[in-house]
């Protein structure tokens, strides 16, 4: 198909991006996932995984390149110069469709950073990925730094060579969702991968020269599984060595398969206090190097973060210190967390904060302080 002279001033736009990549400039070069099936994820169900023609990704590249150019010529016409950020950040207040928006958030942010969507852009033949990857940087000269998603196991399939192109042509970053280190949750949860498969694939990765961020969640084990979610995860973590181990907190909402374990009583849920313990044995059996990042809303602690191995003991310390308080300053701390009043442990100091904190218990307690794990767990469906 041949590239029309003209492009348009839109482009398709898949579901997610990493919250890293929230300011990155975002080209789908897959729609949906090829495997979805995962049981604690809700994102892509119900829809079909599709690949893209080459030109059609090239055709979005175009476009977005116009929208910059678009942006760029408000600025001068509205007495900005070359200073587009401060244009972007006005059409950000009133973007004509979501491509702009993106575009215009993108350039405020210095246009440097492009994410490749959907769920595994390493499924595109390796040639045409390298293309496409290729043809971004030519466009759009000042992105410096393209990262996408992509699955352990895809990754395991492709040669060291192939992956070497990819970082050769431009591919700076791969996020990939490892989720558990341990064989049978990752069975249970549908995961289609195993931990040797994660080893594999995440250990090719850092051989290319590509950055590895692993995710992984924590809870996912649940109260059955949690000690060898943490221990096996460690170690699968431990071998790979990614750049960064990134974690987020399993919440469940009804369009997840997941649900309807909890329902059913084939899956129980841990606390949040259960789930700390949980991330305090999985930190204390990391011996990597990687920088450990907790910026999911849905993590307790957001302030759990660093580089190891020599800020482990700092971490493992916010975790203590939350450990230390009286049980009534925990849930007071937590209902703070999940009601999205407190950002951190040291929020609590804040009088007018704990007092609103107090008041809501009261609320949801009917008056007798005790919040269960149920409500605990149903405000924060409201993160996701
Ligand atoms: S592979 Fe990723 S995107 Fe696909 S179903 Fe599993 S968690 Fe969801």
Redesign the pocket.
Known sequence: MALIKQAPDSFELGPIRPPSEAYSLLIRVTRN??????K??H???GEKFQLRLVEEMKQDILAAKTIQDRIKEISWKSGYGDRAPEAARIILSNPPNQAYYNVALWLYAGGESAFLQ???SLIIKTNELAEVIRFLKQTLPSISRVTS?A?SKTAAKKKLEELIGLHEAGLSRLHI?M?SGYDPLLQHMD??VTAAEHIAGGKKVVASGISLCEYVVLGLGGKKMWREHATQTARVLNEIDPDFIRVRTLTIHDKMPLYNELKSGNFTQSTDEEILAEEKLFIERLECHSNYVSDHITNLLQEIEGKLPQDKDKMLASIDRFQSLSPKERSNFIVGRRVGIYTNLDDRANSRKHQAVEQIIHRLSQGNSHIDDETIHNLMEGFI
Do not use: I, L, S, V
Request: one cysteine or more.
């Open positions: 996932c090829p495997w979805n099936q995962c604690f994820c994102t892509y169900k959907d769920a595994n998603y699955r969702g989720e995961k289609g």
